[in-house]
């Protein structure tokens, strides 16, 4: 009991424990890794792992700059590239993954004109001068971004106090300084940027940052920033800005309900994009939902598209192209949950696609609350069955409650892209689990040492190692049940031992001990005590036996049967013949670890204990080896008895039928049966006070050694009583006065 409310005390503890870090109060780094490890593993399991035709990357690759030249590119190589993708191949928007900061300089006009002053050929620099505007490839960008009216510019965002140098100019933000977002989001906050340069921000559809600062503490990029702050405005990213102007609509902002902007929380939980729910963090973070490992997305070369070579030309047609690079040297990698070096154009895509399809995963404030409750109810719920089931069942019930979460976890993962935490409610299952079988292993293997050291001298190795196996259900202490004790005691032992030296004494003790021993053991017998020549066995405990009566007359028979066999090497010895009474009895007894502050040992007492002592005193009176009582006869019928005496034992007010076995009764000859059947109605005739008739059977010849000083004692009881006839209410019992 103390070690199931120390378990169940210690599992709340945990349990309590592990609440406190799921509210923050406590921190352990290696849970947050693990939840890490947790979500990773859930988003490569769900992974469609299938292209979707809406997006194509259009890749720099190192067949593009091979073919077209080496990075960066000219102006108007890009505004080819555009031209192309737009009119072509009818891509519906063209986003950018990269920045013009800087004006592209044409640097061969420069050249002519160093040229041309150094040789003082003033006029042809004044014509140069006249067509320099109709060759800035700038403006043959910008004019085909104007054109075109399908492009999402990108640009990257400082995030570093020291960064506060800005180039270029921002498109038109999201959400102005008038709705006040700022105060309701946690948003990441800009301290500069990196533009794209007027004339080209003027002309475009839309543009988005492609800077992500938000990394987790392992270094994988879980969430990109759908949002930054910059200046009190909300500026979107670029796979938002890509999705708006692929949709038509900008997104509106979603706050919790009762929410104000004058509180200090984080109110903005989603953007609301045609219907379309986007979930976001308080820092208007939203978690990637990644579809593949890099190449879910298809992937087309960029000078493909220059050059018109594309194996399949409707490709494009309607989707939403993504302009990026995986050339060596320029390729943007990230470490992500499906891959350790993942593109970070396809990080854009992923994002794409989980808009459109509302299937960006959410993990709301409210989430901590179902945390908590999962960590509660499994941590209690265990805590308060472990310690009361076997380990199997423990085994099983652990399993099942951690399928439990992992069915919640998955249900609320597919059906309602709800990230719940599945660390800590894993980590209070498994800790629960594991303290208890640690605990249950040391005390278990003390409990078997302890078996060992305490039954090792009492049963059979075989015996002991089957309680070991279960050592609780073992008890030591005290308890009452039915039990079958035996006794038995060497004949004349005083007269034998005072004609032997002490050495011989012990050799033939032992020698005459260990087969009587191992009766015992052969019959799932406990040994008792040796006292002197007498050895004391009870069946029944600590093993429980159904058979215990059986088994005991079956030990008593087989140790008079090897006590013959003994005879020939003690007369090979020079030893006298011994003789052994056997005294057999079956009733409640109290058994358990008993003795002194000193001593104790595990042993059984009481009223049928004694029972059995004085019926193995009797076999001397009655002539026979083995006395076992009537309560043993009835609890063990499948042996064939010759009924004795009807005794009352000094001490006891009521009589006791006692017999001797013979064998099993389908052993036992025709000619004893009748033997037996003539003894019966002997017995009857005795007690019936028709003591003529029983002497004339007693008198008889049995032609059975063993039953003569039974038939001589019966023949002296029946003289008397036909002498003296006994007082009125005989009832044929023999009561002894003393103790045998």
């Given at each position: 009991m103390f070690k199931k409310s120390l378990l169940t005390i210690s599992g709340l503890l945990l349990t309590m424990t592990f609440a406190l870090v799921t509210t923050g109060y406590l921190q352990f780094s290696f849970l947050q890794l693990l939840e890490y490890a947790s979500y990773d593993t859930r988003v490569r399991l769900t992974a469609s792992g299938i292209e979707?035709?809406?997006?194509?990357?259009?890749?720099i690759d190192e067949q593009s700059l091979v073919a077209e030249g080496r990075w960066p590119w000219r102006r108007d190589k890009i505004a080819k590239l555009i031209d192309e993708l737009v009119n072509t191949y009818q891509a519906e928007v063209v986003a950018l993954d990269m920045v013009f900061a800087e004006k592209d300089?044409?640097?061969?006009?420069?050249?002519?004109?160093?040229?041309a002053t150094v040789a003082g050929e003033n006029n042809f620099i004044e014509n140069v001068r006249l067509y320099?505007?109709?060759?800035?490839?700038?403006?043959?960008?910008a004019k085909r971004i104007l054109q075109s009216g399908r492009v999402v510019l990108g640009y990257y965002f400082h995030h570093q106090t020291e960064d506060v140098l800005s180039t270029g100019v921002l498109p038109e933000p999201l959400f102005g300084n008038e709705t006040k977002l700022n105060r309701t989001t946690y948003a990441v906050q800009a301290t500069g940027f990196a533009g794209n340069i007027e004339i080209l921000q003027r002309d475009a559809l839309g543009a988005g940052f492609f800077s992500n600062p938000v990394v987790d503490d392992d270094g994988v990029y879980r969430r990109v920033p759908l949002l930054v702050e910059y200046n009190g405005a909300m500026y979107s990213s670029l796979a938002l800005a890509a999705v708006q102007s692929y949709i038509g609509i900008d997104a509106e902002p979603l706050l919790a309900p009762g929410a104000s902007n004058e509180s200090?929380?984080?109110?903005?939980?989603?953007l609301d994009l045609a219907g379309i729910n986007i979930p976001l963090d308080a820092n208007a973070t939203a978690l990637v939902p990644?579809?593949?490992?890099?190449?879910t997305f298809a992937y087309v070369s960029a000078t493909d598209v220059l050059n018109r070579n594309l194996s399949d030309p409707d490709q494009l047609a309607g989707t939403i192209v993504l302009v990026g690079t995986t050339a060596a040297g320029l390729v943007d990698l990230r470490p992500t949950p499906v891959q350790n070096v993942y593109p970070g154009v396809e990080i854009h895509a992923n994002l794409i696609v989980g808009m459109m399809d509302g299937i960006i995963k959410q993990r709301p404030a409210y989430t901590v609350a179902v945390e908590l409750l999962l960590v509660c109810v499994a941590?209690?719920?265990?805590?308060?069955?472990?310690?009361?089931?076997?380990?199997?069942f423990g085994a099983g019930l652990t399993i099942t409650a951690i399928g439990t979460v992992a069915g919640i976890n998955l249900f609320a993962w597919n059906t309602y892209h709800h990230v719940l935490p599945f660390a800590a409610p894993l980590s209070v299952i498994v800790s629960i689990y594991a303290m208890n079988t640690i605990y249950g292993f040391f005390f278990e293997a003390r409990s078997r040492s302890q078996l060992g050291r305490l039954f090792g001298q009492y049963i059979p190795p075989e015996l002991v190692d089957k309680m070991s196996a279960d050592p609780g259900r073992y008890t030591l202490e005290g308890e009452k049940r039915e039990l079958t004790v035996l006794f038995s005691d060497v004949r004349n032992f005083t007269t034998i031992s005072e004609s032997m030296e002490p050495r011989e004494l012990t050799r033939m003790m032992n020698k005459?001990?260990?087969?009587?021993?191992?009766?015992?053991?052969?019959?799932?017998?406990t040994i008792d005590k040796y006292m002197g020549d007498a050895l004391m066995a009870f069946w029944g405990a600590p093993l429980p036996n159904a058979n215990h009566a059986r088994d005991a007359v079956a030990t008593a028979l087989e140790m008079i049967r090897r006590i013959e066999e003994l005879q020939g090497s003690f007369r090979a010895e020079g030893w006298q013949e011994i003789r052994v009474g056997i005294g057999v009895n079956t009733g409640d007894m109290s058994v358990g670890n008993m003795g002194s502050e000193f001593r104790v040992a595990y042993t059984v007492m009481g009223d049928a204990v004694n029972l059995g002592s004085r019926i193995e005193g009797l076999t001397k009176r009655y002539g026979v080896s083995i006395i076992v009582s009537e309560y043993t006869v009835r609890a063990a019928p499948e042996y064939c008895y010759a009924e004795l005496d009807l005794v009352k034992v000094k001490g006891k007010s009521l009589p006791v039928a006692i017999y001797t076995p013979i064998a099993l009764a389908e052993e036992v000859s025709p000619e004893m049966l009748m033997f037996l059947d003539r003894h019966a109605e002997a017995l009857r005739d005795y007690r019936q006070q028709n003591f003529e008739q029983c002497l004339k059977t007693f008198s008889e010849p049995t032609g059975k050694d063993e039953f003569n000083v039974l038939y001589r004692l019966y023949q002296e009881r029946a003289n008397v009583f036909i002498d003296t006839p006994p007082t009125e209410g005989w009832d044929g019992v023999f009561s002894l006065t003393e103790k045998n």
């Open positions: 979707d035709p809406r997006v194509v990357i259009v890749d300089r044409n640097f061969s006009i420069d050249q002519l004109i160093e040229l320099e505007p109709y060759l800035d490839r700038d403006v043959i960008f200090d929380y984080p109110a903005l939980e989603a990644y579809q593949g490992p890099e190449g941590g209690i719920f265990l805590s308060l069955v472990l310690p009361l089931v076997k380990p199997f005459f001990l260990t087969p009587l021993t191992r009766a015992v053991h052969e019959h799932r017998g």
